[in-house]
């Protein structure tokens, strides 16, 4: 089974700033990993399949990028919406798995 | 508006059985894998199960092997869970999921607001 490790685990951030959060696998996995965006008490949303694609109606200020081992999920500047918890997910092997998620907190 | 609704979820002892639903509209569903991923209370995401759009490929995490089985009923546009032996690891929100095509199925764009199953006695 591949092992997603996302860090860190806690981004205390402000509003305009940059955040970055890292995955890593635990072996290749090529371009296949996806992000997502979860609230609390709702469902997760996909932001970024295959490594840097945007899925649709999510705003540019979202990006991803990385292979192999190594990703990262960007937003460029933080809007009040943005603070949540984001999780990893890789494709490349069964079984499907997800990282154990960062939370993007307001400082 | 393209919707997933899951239901089914409840209470049950440990042991025992359920079935989970899940209702699509206002999309193809036959065209679509489809998935069901949980997440236990205060925990993170874990995928359990997919099948194929045709229901002839199923997947499934190793701890559910031969106690959860995937279905679907392109007829009624619906997607089933039968979940069976349930122990207190089992208890979690699941979420049926869509797979996007791009990705054979294996990433996730349209999700339900989930199902809560607690096993407990």
């Known amino acids: 089974e591949i092992v997603l490790t996302q860090s860190p685990a806690t981004l205390s951030l402000s509003p305009g700033e940059r955040a970055t959060l890292s995955c890593r696998a635990s072996q290749s996995i090529s371009i296949y990993l996806a992000w997502y965006q979860q609230k609390p008490g709702q469902p997760p949303r996909l932001l970024i399949f295959?490594?840097?694609y945007r899925a649709t109606g999510i705003p540019a200020r979202f990006s991803g990028s990385g292979s192999g081992t190594d990703f990262t999920l960007t937003i460029s500047s933080l809007e009040p919406e943005d603070f949540a918890v984001y999780y990893c997910q890789q494709r490349s092997n069964w079984p499907l798995t997800f990282g154990g998620g960062t939370k993007v907190e307001i400082k | 508006e393209v919707q997933l609704v899951e239901s089914g979820g409840g209470l049950v002892q440990p042991g025992g059985s359920l079935r989970l639903s899940c209702a699509a509209s206002e999309f193809t569903f036959s065209s679509f894998w489809m998935n069901w991923v949980r997440q236990a209370p205060g925990k993170g995401l874990e995928w359990v199960a997919n099948?194929?759009?045709?229901?002839?490929?199923?997947h499934y995490v190793d701890s559910v092997k031969g106690q959860f089985t995937i279905s679907r009923d392109n007829a009624k546009n619906s997607l089933y869970l039968q979940m069976n032996s349930l122990s207190a690891d089992d208890t979690a929100v699941y979420y049926c999921?869509?797979?996007?095509?791009?990705?054979?199925?294996?990433?996730?764009?349209?999700w339900g607001q989930g199902t809560m199953v607690t096993v407990s006695s």
């Open positions: 295959d490594a840097s």
């Open positions: 999921a869509r797979g996007v095509p791009a990705t054979r199925g294996e990433a996730f764009d349209i």
């Open positions: 099948i194929k759009e045709d229901g002839s490929e199923k």
